[in-house]
């Protein structure tokens, strides 16, 4: 709370919180389509918010902190850098070259050198949560809406005091919020998965064994007792009605995600086939970051952008100091299996720039925990030097 009163106290945190706030609102009435506003929009997308964005980003980068390169970031750079390669080789096959697309992924590449400061990550994330009122203005209930809103309630978890009250104060208000805008059976899912796993880290890590065992008994009686209840509604509600004794529904299941789910697969190339990849009459985009990334960019890119999201995963649980991040992470990936599209669509813009910002965050800490290995290994050589 005092790093926080810091901040936002000073003439800096004011107005970068005014800046991304104010990008934030604007990209989220854009989303909703108040007003028809969608058609002013060269392209449908907001590719040009990501640069300016990201120019701000890079100016405080500059400013404030310093290119540093550890064992972890170096590997991860490595990685990003073969998978933007890869979209870029994909391009010029599919004569599918897109200019503003580019700039963002070499200013993205250009970003992942800095240490980037907890500072900036706490203005932005507070910037997103306050334009999350924003997406009241739809004039009909999105899937966008929900998705944006549950990656956003999951950052703010990473500052939330790890405390049961602070998640009754945050999380009610959020849910409400959720439950109006939104009748997203994976935004439902996921926010309900997030507070539960949440909860139980508050209540189960460094707590005696009296307290973890009352909260698992209650948690069990507050979870399975409406699941056993209301077992039809819900499985009729988030199946679809497709689980039948004739087998499952799968294109019912996914609401209509399933068939060209199968026509990308069944298309499959090396290099993708460019932003035609599918019919997108009935559909803005394929509902799935990995079919996404297949169909436009191929296999090889693909297999980068797994990689990736393993990789930054298996940093995240390294470490209880980086529990929310990883969290952040498996949220992301999880409403982007059925929701969420990655980069260069016009929906979805706040939790995109929070996703880079905390990976970036996440390579600090990482960093942070091999420095102190380091020095204790060598304290401990000093120590036995005979």
Request: aromatic content about 14%; hydrophobic content about 55%; proline content about 3%.
């Given at each position: 709370?005092?790093?926080?009163?810091?901040?936002?106290?000073?003439?800096?945190?004011?107005?970068?919180?005014?800046?991304?706030?104010?990008?934030?609102?604007?990209?989220?009435?854009?989303?909703?389509?108040?007003?028809?506003?969608?058609?002013?929009?060269?392209?449908?997308?907001?590719?040009?918010?990501?640069?300016?964005?990201?120019?701000?980003?890079?100016?405080?980068?500059?400013?404030?902190?310093?290119?540093?390169?550890?064992?972890?970031?170096?590997?991860?750079?490595?990685?990003?850098?073969?998978?933007?390669?890869?979209?870029?080789?994909?391009?010029?096959?599919?004569?599918?070259?897109?200019?503003?697309?580019?700039?963002?992924?070499?200013?993205?590449?250009?970003?992942?050198?800095?240490?980037?400061?907890?500072?900036?990550?706490?203005?932005?994330?507070?910037?997103?949560?306050?334009?999350?009122?924003?997406?009241?203005?739809?004039?009909?209930?999105?899937?966008?809406?929900?998705?944006?809103?549950?990656?956003?309630?999951?950052?703010?978890?990473?500052?939330?005091?790890?405390?049961?009250?602070?998640?009754?104060?945050?999380?009610?208000?959020?849910?409400?919020?959720?439950?109006?805008?939104?009748?997203?059976?994976?935004?439902?899912?996921?926010?309900?998965?997030?507070?539960?796993?949440?909860?139980?880290?508050?209540?189960?890590?460094?707590?005696?064994?009296?307290?973890?065992?009352?909260?698992?008994?209650?948690?069990?009686?507050?979870?399975?007792?409406?699941?056993?209840?209301?077992?039809?509604?819900?499985?009729?509600?988030?199946?679809?009605?497709?689980?039948?004794?004739?087998?499952?529904?799968?294109?019912?299941?996914?609401?209509?995600?399933?068939?060209?789910?199968?026509?990308?697969?069944?298309?499959?190339?090396?290099?993708?086939?460019?932003?035609?990849?599918?019919?997108?009459?009935?559909?803005?985009?394929?509902?799935?970051?990995?079919?996404?990334?297949?169909?436009?960019?191929?296999?090889?890119?693909?297999?980068?952008?797994?990689?990736?999201?393993?990789?930054?995963?298996?940093?995240?649980?390294?470490?209880?100091?980086?529990?929310?991040?990883?969290?952040?992470?498996?949220?992301f990936v999880l409403i982007g299996m059925t929701e969420y599209n990655y980069l260069f669509m016009f929906v979805y813009f706040s939790p995109v720039i929070l996703f880079f910002v905390i990976v970036s965050h996440l390579l600090d800490q990482s960093g942070e925990r091999e420095r102190i290995a380091y020095k204790m290994e060598l304290w401990n050589k000093d120590t036995h030097a005979p």
């Amino acid at each position: 709370m005092r790093e926080m009163k810091r901040i936002f106290s000073s003439s800096e945190g004011m107005i970068l919180t005014f800046i991304f706030t104010l990008m934030f609102i604007v990209t989220n009435l854009i989303m909703v389509d108040v007003g028809g506003v969608q058609d002013l929009m060269t392209g449908h997308n907001q590719t040009p918010f990501f640069i300016l964005i990201l120019l701000v980003i890079l100016a405080y980068l500059f400013k404030n902190s310093r290119v540093e390169i550890n064992p972890s970031r170096a590997m991860f750079l490595v990685i990003w850098n073969l998978y933007v390669l890869s979209i870029f080789i994909s391009m010029f096959a599919n004569r599918d070259f897109v200019w503003a697309e580019t700039i963002v992924l070499v200013m993205l590449s250009v970003m992942f050198f800095f240490r980037l400061p907890k500072t900036l990550l706490i203005i932005m994330t507070v910037s997103a949560l306050i334009s999350l009122p924003a997406l009241l203005f739809q004039p009909i209930l999105l899937n966008e809406s929900g998705a944006t809103l549950v990656l956003i309630y999951t950052a703010g978890l990473i500052f939330l005091p790890k405390t049961n009250m602070a998640m009754l104060y945050y999380g009610l208000p959020a849910l409400a919020l959720l439950l109006v805008t939104t009748h997203s059976r994976t935004a439902i899912a996921v926010f309900a998965l997030v507070t539960v796993i949440q909860l139980t880290f508050i209540n189960v890590y460094k707590r005696d064994k009296r307290h973890r065992s009352r909260f698992l008994i209650g948690l069990a009686a507050v979870t399975l007792l409406p699941l056993i209840v209301f077992f039809r509604p819900l499985l009729s509600h988030f199946t679809r009605d497709g689980l039948g004794m004739d087998g499952a529904d799968w294109n019912r299941i996914t609401n209509g995600r399933y068939d060209p789910w199968m026509t990308i697969l069944d298309n499959v190339t090396w290099l993708g086939e460019g932003r035609g990849y599918i019919d997108f009459t009935s559909l803005l985009h394929a509902h799935n970051i990995f079919f996404d990334t297949l169909g436009r960019y191929g296999i090889i890119t693909t297999v980068l952008f797994t990689v990736l999201i393993i990789g930054v995963l298996v940093i995240s649980m390294k470490s209880v100091r980086t529990f929310n991040i990883g969290l952040y992470i498996l949220t992301f990936v999880l409403i982007g299996m059925t929701e969420y599209n990655y980069l260069f669509m016009f929906v979805y813009f706040s939790p995109v720039i929070l996703f880079f910002v905390i990976v970036s965050h996440l390579l600090d800490q990482s960093g942070e925990r091999e420095r102190i290995a380091y020095k204790m290994e060598l304290w401990n050589k000093d120590t036995h030097a005979p």
